[in-house]
T-cell receptor, first 119, second 117 residues
Framework: AQKITQTQPGMFVQEKEAVTLDCTYD???????LFWYKQPSSGEMIFLIY??????QNATEGRYSLNFQKARKSANLVISASQLGDSAMYFC????????????????FGTGTSLTVIP | GAVVSQHPSRVICKSGTSVKIECRSL??????MFWYRQFPKKSLMLMAT?????????EQGVEKDKFLINHASLTLSTLTVTSAHPEDSSFYIC?????????????FGEGSRLTVL
């Protein structure tokens, strides 16, 4: 089974509007971390936001927020007030068994969502 | 913030030659580094996990003898594509785990685009 599923291969959003990028995950580990990365055309991966499985509140970082629904195993990324520079690939990722000082576990990535912001 | 640098960013080589890609953590010590390969418009594929001072752990289907990974120090890991062929052309990205950071976030290099003629 896929560890991370991103069902939207491509998304379009009007500039200044909000957009939600979907991500569902699969794990039986009670301890995990969820991450979103942005990959512009240059290829680099930019860390956006993190949500821990035990975090009570949804993570927010500027215009980025993570809609964490644990029971549904979803971790959707919400980008508010979209900007042209937000056009990029977005990857959702998960790391299982996360705990303080844990150094060994790999990341699982989704297939990504290509976001295009329309002027 | 933590910085991971990859070099070279672009490399073109002839078929049959070997290419080395370096991944450096510039301002932190990285006990674990990951190497990924990305195909056009597709997700990152984890190739291997390297821990400083020990052998890399390769994912299933990744040829160990073709993709040599060395993690000799806490700030440097190298990926050597041996006897490269055109099908090895791809975008290779490394990432490093920030030691002592409680979010477990990864810091990614800029990536290296390999073209094998």
């Amino acid at each position: 089974a896929q560890k991370i599923t991103q069902t939207q291969p491509g998304m379009f959003v009007q500039e200044k509007e909000a957009v939600t990028l979907d991500c569902t995950y699969d794990t039986s580990d009670p301890s995990y971390g969820l991450f979103w990365y942005k990959q512009p055309s240059s290829g680099e991966m930019i860390f956006l936001i993190y949500q821990g499985s035990y975090d009570q509140q949804n993570a927010t970082e500027g215009r980025y927020s993570l809609n964490f629904q644990k029971a549904r195993k979803s971790a959707n990324l919400v980008i508010s007030a979209s900007q042209l520079g937000d056009s990029a690939m977005y990857f959702c990722a998960m790391r299982e068994g996360f705990s303080w000082g844990n150094t060994g576990n790999q990341f699982y990535f989704g297939t990504g969502t290509s976001l295009t912001v329309i002027p | 913030g933590a910085v991971v640098s990859q070099h070279p960013s672009r490399v073109i080589c002839k078929s049959g030659t070997s290419v080395k890609i370096e991944c450096r953590s510039l301002d932190f010590q990285a006990t674990t580094m990951f190497w990924y390969r990305q195909f056009p418009k597709k997700s990152l594929m984890l190739m291997a996990t390297s821990n400083e001072g020990s052998k890399a752990t390769y994912e299933q289907g990744v040829e160990k003898d073709k993709f040599l990974i060395n993690h000799a120090s806490l700030t440097l890991s190298t990926l050597t594509v041996t006897s490269a062929h055109p099908e090895d052309s791809s975008f290779y990205i490394c990432s490093a785990r920030g030691q002592g950071r409680n979010t477990g976030e990864l810091f990614f290099g800029e990536g290296s685009r390999l073209t094998v003629l």
